[in-house]
């Protein structure tokens, strides 16, 4: 009988646990980081902060986990463009625009995990995420070379510059007050454009 209360109660915590994870990025979604006070992730989630608390040891390693979940989509995303069967050209262009629209499409959630005022953990936590997305890069840029799509070059090098290239021009059209999300199209064929050409893809395009 103990058994089973205890796996009762271990399903209620992890359940809370959810919760609190699914208010906290709704409320990032909605306003950024400083919209999602703990306070005011407790009341979304129905929890109270000390049951916050109890599985996060600090606001920021709650927002370190929900940028670690939105990561693990995105990458998700990425490898599913990276494992079609079109050239390594079409791919990279593809992986790049997507990321791009689903970024102005959510441009709070975006700046947010892009590049909002934040704590050194959460930080470090986007680094080693824009790492994660460098490595789908640098294995479509392998295999473009390998086809002769792309010439010889540092994989390692070009991989970062497309990250930080496309991360770099979302940061004005997705800050708050100052960005234009609804640029669209333009500013997708144009962040493609650049970073096709920049690895040396045949017909880039402008």
Do not use: W
Not at 136 to 147: D, I, K, N, P, Y
């Amino acid at each position: 009988m103990a058994y089973r209360r205890s796996a009762l109660m271990e399903e209620r915590l992890a359940g809370n646990r959810e919760r609190i994870l699914h208010a906290a990025r709704v409320l990032i979604a909605e306003g950024g980081y400083r919209n999602a006070p703990v306070t005011a992730v407790a009341a979304a989630a129905g929890v109270s902060t000390g049951q916050i608390y109890r599985h996060f040891p600090s606001k920021a390693e709650l927002f370190v986990e929900v940028l670690n979940e939105a990561v693990q989509r995105e990458m998700a995303i990425l490898r599913a463009i990276a494992a079609t069967q079109a050239s390594a050209a079409e791919r990279l262009r593809s992986a790049i625009a997507t990321f791009v629209r689903r970024a102005l499409a959510g441009p709070a959630l975006a700046y947010a995990f892009i590049a909002e005022p934040v704590e050194s953990e959460v930080d470090a936590e986007r680094i080693r995420g824009r790492r994660q997305f460098g490595e789908v890069f640098r294995q479509l840029l392998a295999e473009g070379v390998a086809a002769g799509e792309f010439p010889q070059q540092s994989l390692d090098a070009a991989a970062a510059c497309i990250v930080g290239a496309f991360t770099e021009a979302l940061v004005g059209p997705i800050a708050p007050s100052r960005g234009d999300p609804h640029q669209g199209e333009q500013l997708v064929e144009a962040i493609c454009g650049f970073c096709l050409r920049a690895v040396g893809a045949a017909q880039a395009g402008s």
